[in-house]
């Protein structure tokens, strides 16, 4: 079975503070997936990466950044934490897909971090 | 813009009973379609999905989902819902690296 991890289950961080959250895929996945939770908003693409160094902006990239040192770690990185990125955030791996289209395949995704910005 | 609906925010349904979650979408090209669910506390575990081929697909734990183009509708479907069945559902799209994903649709299944 695939299995995504994510570093936290529940954090709390003050405003301006630096946070970054972990994710970690064993199945050699090529492609990795941070997206973000809210009710009534469904799920939302931060960012998502098709290969090591790799990262292209999702729909809501503003004020946050990514980093893919290794195949297998995705990190979610906000540099300034504010009180309206209090969210789930949940991260999701998937194979490389057709022809380099990440569409196709199954996202499989880690069991979220549940951030509080005070 | 480019989306998928979910509308309804809640399902009630007796156990026993068939259950139907709906689904529509409004992105361009085909799109690939999905099915997740969540339990509470964890994240998205995949059901189903249409690339293509025949409209009606099976998935995980009883589930299929119909699609049809003409509608540009992919409606989630269980002949016997289950207690167990209660969770949050998500509609997906993905087409050209694009990821789209439903507001969720509540299930509730009663005994």
């Known amino acids: 079975d695939v299995k995504v991890t994510q570093s936290s289950r529940y954090l709390v961080k003050r405003t301006g503070e630096k946070v970054f959250l972990e994710c970690v895929q064993d199945m050699d996945h090529e492609n990795m997936f941070w997206y973000r939770q809210d009710p009534g908003l469904g799920l939302r693409l931060i960012y998502f990466s098709y290969d090591v160094k790799m990262k292209e902006k999702g729909d809501i990239p503003e004020g946050y950044s990514v980093s893919r040192e290794k195949k297998e770690r995705f990190s979610l990185i906000l540099e300034s934490a504010s009180t309206n990125q209090t969210s789930m955030y949940l991260c999701?791996?998937?194979?490389?897909?057709?022809?380099?289209?990440?569409?196709?395949?199954?996202?499989?995704f880690g069991p979220g971090t549940r951030l509080t910005v005070l | 813009a480019q989306s998928v609906a979910q509308p309804e925010d809640q399902v009630n349904v007796a156990e026993g009973n068939p259950l139907t979650v709906k689904c529509t979408y409004s992105v361009s090209g085909n799109p690939y379609l999905f099915w997740y669910v969540q339990y509470p506390n964890r994240g998205l575990q995949f059901l189903l999905k249409y690339i293509t081929g025949d409209n009606l697909v099976k998935g995980s734990y009883g589930f299929e989902a119909e699609f049809n183009k003409s509608q540009t509708s992919f409606h989630l479907k269980k002949p016997s819902a289950l207690v167990s069945d209660s969770a949050l559902y998500f509609c997906?799209?993905?087409?050209?690296?694009?990821?789209?994903f439903g507001s969720g649709t509540k299930l509730n299944v009663k005994p």
């Open positions: 997906a799209a993905h087409n050209f690296n694009k990821f789209y």
């Open positions: 999701a791996s998937s194979l490389w897909g057709l022809a380099g289209d990440a569409s196709t395949d199954t996202q499989y």
